[in-house]
């Protein structure tokens, strides 16, 4: 390429721009990961007004005719965002949209969707309709607003219209999908969705790459961590998308989170055994986790998880 030509490129990526931007965040599009399957990888960080609310992984699996969508993202003007960079991928209409659970930061985007696309039918755990519309969309609407400050425009919420549950197959345009719901793992609402035609699974939240989760009162550290386990004993799929964080193959994606979900379990194990409280050993536990020292938010999870799983722990020998 002549420096002519890398001018007028570089005026056309300028104007026409490539993605959408996000401070210093950077520039965000969707990209071809595998077969008819698009993700654009969000920032992995918590909510903050720098993000605004866009840190989750939005995907599109390309049909025939039509677009289906996983967690379009956390708001509606995010969802805006999204929308235009769908477009730039296809421009065929979204059909359908899958929420992989009640958390805000995934589905609140719905909203820019449906405007768009009023015919688009919105699929989730049946669990999770119900609680988003008893008070879990409210809950994160308020935390979402007091993080981001960028909410505006997203209500009325665009709740899912369909719910699905445990082992349910649908075909939508052609591509096929299974779901799974887990009793409880990252939350009690979460659907891992398999898109059969490419071999790919998305994980949802109970997968993470990069950061860690909060676990909420309805969430089961155990639960997660025995999810994952069976996930990898299966035959392996061709492709795994996390909630947050790079996608890939199984070994890239799965394992570590689920490593750090085993090893903290171990470690409270243990403390339940020696009757010793989680505070007591949490520099043990960092000593074993060095790996993620990296990852956003471990100074202030790590202490949280622990006494989550301890409490897990705690419960579970109650009951036996
Ligand atoms: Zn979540």
Known sequence: MNNI??????LVIVVYGYGFELGKYGNFAFERVHKNVYVMHGPVTEPNKENEGFMNNPAIIEGKHGLIVVDPGGNYRVGKKVLAEIINVSQKPIMAIFNTHKHGDHWFANKAMVEAYPHAVIYADEHMIEEAKAGEAEKWYRILDRMTGNLEGTKAFAYPTKALKMGDRIEIDGEMFVVRHPKAAHTDTDLLIEH????TLFLGDNVMVGRFGAFDA?????GNKELLEEIMQEKEMAYYIPG??????????????????????????????????????????????????????????????????YAEIEEQDDAS
């Open 5 to 10: 030509h890398r001018y007028w490129l570089i």
């Open 196 to 199: 059969v035609n490419s071999g």
């Open 218 to 222: 309805s969430s089961s550290i155990l």
């Open 244 to 309: 947050h964080g790079i996608s890939g193959e199984r070994g890239r994606v799965v394992e570590p989170y689920l490593t750090y979900l085993r090893t903290i379990t171990e470690e409270m194990k243990r403390a339940y055994v020696d009757e010793v409280e989680p505070y007591e050993v949490i520099d043990r536990v960092k000593s074993r986790l060095k790996v993620y020292e990296n990852w956003d938010g471990i100074g202030h999870t790590l202490g949280r998880h622990l006494d989550k799983v």
